[in-house]
């Protein structure tokens, strides 16, 4: 979550500041403080300052606002979890906003006090309200349920494709009757090799199917990288676990052994998981803010 905005003129003049944590920082010191780092930076090492890692943990973003005729610098110090580049985003759109609804003031005034642009924090809440979403171990639950609930809809589509694979024909590949001799036909050895592999292919994109776009929602909905792997993991361990208990049902039904199946192609259910896991929790840190209370 944000810790602190500020929004100052190309001089160093603080003109808007925002906080939502407890801050005893003069704002125009802080502000001006941070620009004599950014034209250091500047002087010293020929590039502009873009972040900082405080000692605290928190991260520092800065931002040269360019596109109108008066420059303007955001700052942002916020939570040391937040992804820089969501923070980044934010604060050009804050920016942004800020010096279209004040134009014709900056342009025309020079700002005097900061009370001036104070109503602009509600702009800000406004433009916060869908960047915050907290990371608990209820969201965790929360998705490996609707991952289960998503998977269970796939297996029920996907029953019309069964009815029809469990009419497939083998002899559509040229084999009719296998004699495994040491003189086996070469014919019916490729077409034994074909069947293998269609099989296999059919396996692993069933596994793909039921398994991808599940996982990466419920990693999503856990919040980050590490709850996304966590919650792939015991998502793929509930699967089994319902394997275990449907297994006579599953055999009887569809004559296959559902717990050498799910033993056999767990390698790649494992490895799909933290995939999804990954990819899922870092789109949810790229998008959504911690909030505060979550310490």
């Not at 190309?10 to 950014?38: E, P, V």
Request: hydrophobic share 50%.
């Amino acid at each position: 979550m944000l810790h602190s905005i500020y929004i100052t003129l190309d001089s160093g003049a603080c003109i808007f500041a925002k906080h939502y944590i407890a801050s005893k920082i003069d704002n125009q010191l802080i502000s001006g403080f941070i620009n004599a780092l950014g034209a250091f930076s500047v002087e010293a090492l020929g590039s502009e300052m873009q972040s900082l890692r405080l000692q605290t943990g928190e991260q520092l973003s800065v931002l040269k606002y360019t596109d109108g005729k008066i420059p303007l610098i955001g700052i942002i110090i916020a939570d040391a979890r937040d992804n820089p580049t969501l923070i980044r985003n934010l604060l050009s759109q804050i920016l942004t906003d800020f010096y279209a609804i004040f134009q014709h003031k900056l342009e025309t005034e020079t700002p005097c006090s900061m009370s001036e642009f104070d109503e602009f924090g509600y702009t800000i809440d406004n433009l916060l309200e869908g960047k915050i979403s907290s990371r608990t171990n209820l969201k965790m639950f929360i998705g490996i349920v609707i991952g289960l609930i998503f998977i269970a809809f796939i297996l029920l589509a996907l029953i019309p494709a069964y009815i029809e694979l469990s009419n497939f024909n083998v002899s559509q590949f040229g084999l009719q009757d296998i004699i495994f001799s040491d003189n086996l036909d070469p014919t019916e050895f490729h077409a034994l090799q074909s069947i293998v592999l269609v099989i296999i292919a059919l396996f692993m994109g069933f596994n793909c199917i039921c398994f991808f776009l599940p996982t990466f929602l419920a990693a999503y909905i856990a919040g980050n990288r590490k709850r996304g792997i966590w919650t792939a993991i015991f998502l793929g361990l509930s699967i089994g676990l319902l394997v275990l208990i449907a297994s006579p049902f599953i055999e009887s039904f569809t004559n296959v052994n559902a717990i050498l199946w799910y033993l056999a192609f767990s390698p790649l259910l494992i490895f799909i998981a933290i995939v999804c896991g990954i990819y899922g929790g870092r789109l949810k840190e790229r998008k959504k803010l911690y909030p505060l209370e979550e310490y």
